[in-house]
């Protein structure tokens, strides 16, 4: 049986999908915020085994890395239906470039530099913030591109997935051989490129769903928890 291949030629092949501007840019963003993020997975086991030596800390800040996408994930739904997806892709990825800076930046204050709590919330301010990321380009990607090239946008993002983690889990232990903090910089520039990225594409606004006659008699948070146990 032959295997199934997915195209690269034609409007609905690889080729055809980049061919889209926005979603070029999109992707290359995607491209460089996963990388960013695999990146600082591994580098934050490293780090905390540096500063407690124990594997204790380490499943500690494996749980705070994944905690948010189960706590966050719902919420960020919501609020990627209520706002301009393009924002918060954008500012999601400046957002988190800012709390990546912050662990070099701690490193050289007195009383912080070992402190393994302050890594710990870092973790999850970064996690949480990038639950907001997948929503809003979940929503974008089927008003830039046609019908026929989804399948194989979906295809490029598990792809980019995969890949980004095989590619973060072998360069993080060199890069942190060479200068322990030295990833957590190069996680900012890649996540400020995908930032700029976004901010550089041409992203149509989404009309908001019109309200139903229950929902005007209702106040805005009732809908927004309304919408949020939905979620759930």
């Not at 460089?32 to 997975?41: C, R, S, T």
């Not at 990825?93 to 701690?106: D, E, M, T």
């Not at 949480?128 to 974008?140: H, K, M, N, R, T």
């Given at each position: 049986m032959d295997p199934i291949r997915l195209p690269v030629e034609g409007p609905g092949g690889?080729?055809?999908?980049?061919?889209?501007?926005?979603?070029?840019?999109?992707?290359?963003?995607?491209l460089?915020?996963?990388?960013?993020?695999?990146?600082?997975?591994f580098s934050l086991i490293i780090l905390a085994y540096h500063i407690s030596g124990g594997s204790t800390s380490v499943a500690v800040t494996l749980l705070a890395y994944t905690v948010p996408a189960v706590l966050f994930a719902p919420?960020?739904?919501?609020i990627a239906d209520r706002l301009d997806r393009k924002q918060i892709m954008m500012w999601c990825?400046?957002?988190?470039?800012?709390?990546?800076?912050?662990?070099?930046?701690?490193s050289v204050i007195p009383g912080v530099k070992d402190d393994f709590f302050h890594l710990?919330?870092?973790?999850?301010?970064?996690?949480?913030?990038?639950?907001?990321?997948?929503?809003?380009?979940?929503?974008?990607?089927?008003?830039?591109?046609?019908?026929?090239?989804?399948?194989?946008?979906?295809?490029?993002?598990?792809?980019?997935m995969v890949l980004t983690l095989v590619v973060g889990g072998v360069l993080?232990?060199?890069?942190?051989?060479?200068?322990?903090?030295?990833?957590?910089?190069?996680?900012?520039?890649?996540?400020?490129?995908?930032?700029?990225?976004?901010?550089?594409?041409?992203?149509?606004?989404?009309?908001?769903?019109?309200?139903?006659?229950?929902?005007e008699s209702r106040?805005?948070?009732r809908v927004m928890l309304h919408d949020l146990q939905e979620g759930i």
């Open positions: 690889f080729r055809g999908a980049l061919r889209h501007t926005a979603f070029r840019n999109i992707w290359f963003a995607q460089a915020a996963q990388l960013a993020d695999k990146f600082l997975l919420p960020a739904g919501v990825n400046f957002g988190r470039a800012a709390v990546v800076a912050l662990i070099p930046i701690a710990l919330v870092i973790t999850l301010l970064f996690s949480a913030i990038g639950q907001l990321f997948g929503p809003a380009e979940a929503a974008v990607i089927p008003t830039i591109l046609p019908r026929e090239a989804l399948i194989t946008a979906n295809s490029m993002a598990l792809l980019t993080a232990p060199v890069v942190s051989r060479i200068d322990l903090y030295a990833p957590y910089w190069c996680a900012v520039v890649l996540l400020v490129i995908g930032g700029t990225l976004i901010f550089a594409s041409e992203i149509p606004r989404l009309e908001r769903r019109k309200p139903s006659p229950v929902e106040s805005r948070f």
